[in-house]
């Protein structure tokens, strides 16, 4: 249905372009900032620049429309499509408007609009459709022909998909078809790994602790820094770790453009020795004919007559593959299959009391049930049968109060799907008055179950499903070394868990869960990727909004690396029609 917030005709809507300039927004291609790791090698020196970890995507939306109403009497209507968004404000913004085609029910438009797509957040669109009455095109004097509020994520998910237009006033307005297109160019992951021998020696009691950046050309003929290694202490004869590095950083996708290879000695004071460079191209790293280059500094290479080089680099691996997005997975029909499990521990107070964290006499919820919405509506959008299996744990189910760590919340224990966003808050609140709460806070066992439904996904080559775990908890895990085992091992798999904590508990053994700075291990097994995020819900009280920001920025990525781990590609291509 039509937003009544919308009110193009006198004026009371900002320009898109207006709000993105306010704001800092960029409309640029996808950028998760290196993907090589970042860290420290000792104080002061970093070893990989990380840019903006949020995902940001520009999409093209395009439209057609079909069967709408003819308003004109002499001619058939002129159809013009307005979009907005609405902001996390709830402002309304015009985002941009397609060409006019004159004399057309059917039309097919051409100029398609722009929009930065970000997963994070439930991004509502308005698609306005006017019959255009004048020359100027003013929509104050055109009139309405239908319109529709939807998500993007709808689209974006469909690739292409068909809903019919709403009118005030009239019936069968017509249909709306929505196209979506990830812009930027082709994306590939260059893969390299370099050795070095018989390089320089910087250190005056001791070798060299080299380490190297590599450099792309700019127009003006200089060189940006886009990557730099680790440094590696005292030797002459380096063997650096094999790192990645998207293509579109190191050469723009263009592999005739030079690269500069620059290597250093490290100094803990920041005064890094220069020990020599080379220009190369990446085509010219993949060729075969040509492994070694000569390490060359200018400085010696002037004053010493018969300088040869200052070390000898050698090319072990060069490999450029193809990098799928998160959209194109999404365009290629994945679907994220959610699970959610709710804390029914006794440390959460009696529901009936309105200091309980359970408690539901209060007009906004509480932190359970606000946690759920702020994820469930942008989550539902990627989901196509909208089923969520919604399970509780810690709590004692009746008639004999036997405590569960898995529990249906709609006490269906052969059939714990539950239909919708809404569905889920109605089981949540029929399980508060039938199940006890009780304890520990065992969390393990709903890992272990999500991860075995994880564990069929993994047996296909295909990318058609993904298993996203949200726990919501108000206390740390009694059995912590078990739910870290059972991560290590769901690592392996199509897998993510998004772990909301709520009201005022001391959460600071949770942080060790999210490995972002360390890779967890159990039993001398490392995961094989950072699967966890934690966030404490107190932390976005006062600002709400931001919530899923926060908690799902790192699901495209974590999406990403696992299916590109895997060398698994999407599974069909983005624009399959998918009409309801």
Not at 191 to 203: M, P
Not at 242 to 269: G, V, W
Not at 518 to 537: H, M
Not at 544 to 571: C, D
Request: hydrophobic residues 35%; glycine residues 8%; proline residues 6%.
């Amino acid at each position: 249905t039509g937003s009544s917030g919308i009110n193009a005709e006198y004026g009371e809507i900002q320009t898109f372009q207006h709000y993105i300039k306010r704001n800092n927004l960029r409309m640029s291609a996808y950028n998760y900032g290196p993907s090589e790791p970042s860290g420290t090698w000792s104080a002061g020196y970093n070893t990989g620049t990380p840019a903006s970890s949020k995902p940001s995507t520009e999409v093209e939306l395009t439209f057609s429309c079909h069967k709408l109403k003819d308003l004109d009497v002499f001619s058939k209507s002129d159809p013009q499509i307005v979009l907005y968004y609405n902001t996390l404000e709830g402002k309304w913004l015009e985002v941009g408007r397609t060409e006019m085609i004159e004399n057309s029910l059917n039309p097919s438009f051409t100029l398609p609009i722009p929009f930065v797509y970000k997963f994070e957040e439930r991004q509502l669109l308005y698609i306005r459709v006017f019959d255009i009455d004048d020359d100027s095109q003013n929509i104050g004097k055109a009139e309405l022909l239908g319109e529709l509020e939807i998500p993007l994520g709808q689209i974006v998910s469909a690739g292409t998909l068909t809903k019919p237009l709403c009118h005030p006033r009239f019936k069968d307005c017509g249909t709306v078809t929505m196209t979506a297109v990830e812009l930027g160019g082709i994306s590939e992951t260059v893969t390299l790994k370099f050795e070095g021998s018989g390089l320089d020696k910087k250190d005056f009691f001791g070798k060299s602790d080299p380490y190297y950046e590599l450099g792309r050309e700019n127009p003006d003929g200089s060189f940006s820094t886009v990557f730099r290694s680790e440094a590696l202490r005292c030797t002459l004869n380096p063997s650096w770790r094999q790192r990645e590095i998207d293509s579109k950083r190191l050469c723009q996708n263009n592999k005739s453009k030079k690269i500069l290879f620059s290597c250093y000695d490290h100094d803990d004071d920041g005064s890094h020795d220069f020990i020599g460079h080379f220009t190369t191209t990446l085509a010219e790293l993949q060729e075969k004919r040509r492994t070694e280059w000569e390490l060359i500094n200018p400085k010696k290479q002037r004053k010493k007559k018969n300088y040869q080089n200052s070390g000898v680099i050698r090319v072990i691996e060069c490999r450029v593959e193809k990098t799928y997005s998160f959209l194109d997975y999404i365009m290629g029909g994945l679907q994220l299959n959610c699970t959610i499990a709710v804390d029914f521990t006794g440390s959460n107070g009696d529901p009936q009391s309105p200091r309980s964290l359970h408690y539901i006499g209060a007009p906004e919820g509480n932190q359970y049930q606000q946690a759920w919405l702020a994820i469930g509506n942008i989550i539902q959008d990627y989901d196509s049968d909208k089923l969520f299996p919604a399970f509780g744990f810690g709590g004692a189910l009746p008639p004999h109060g036997q405590v569960s760590f898995e529990f249906a919340l709609n006490g269906n224990a052969a059939n714990p799907l539950v239909p919708g966003v809404q569905g889920v808050m109605d089981a949540y609140k029929t399980a508060l008055l039938n199940v006890g709460l009780s304890g520990p806070t065992n969390c393990a066992p709903m890992i272990r179950q999500v991860s075995k439904m994880a564990m069929s996904g993994a047996q296909s080559r295909a990318a058609q499903n993904y298993y996203i775990l949200l726990i919501l908890t108000d206390g740390q895990f009694t059995d912590i070394y078990d739910c870290i085992g059972a991560i290590v091992e769901a690592s392996d798999y199509p897998m993510s868990i998004i772990i909301i904590g709520v009201g005022n508990a001391d959460f600071s053994d949770m942080e060790r869960l999210d490995g972002d700075d360390k890779a967890l291990q159990y039993g001398g097994r490392k995961a094989s990727r950072d699967i966890v995020q934690f966030v404490p819900f107190n932390d976005y009280v006062s600002h709400p909004s931001a919530l899923p920001g926060a908690v799902l920025a790192e699901l495209p990525r974590q999406v990403e690396e696992y299916y590109r781990l895997r060398r698994i590609t999407p599974f069909r291509t983005s624009g399959v029609p998918c009409a309801e």
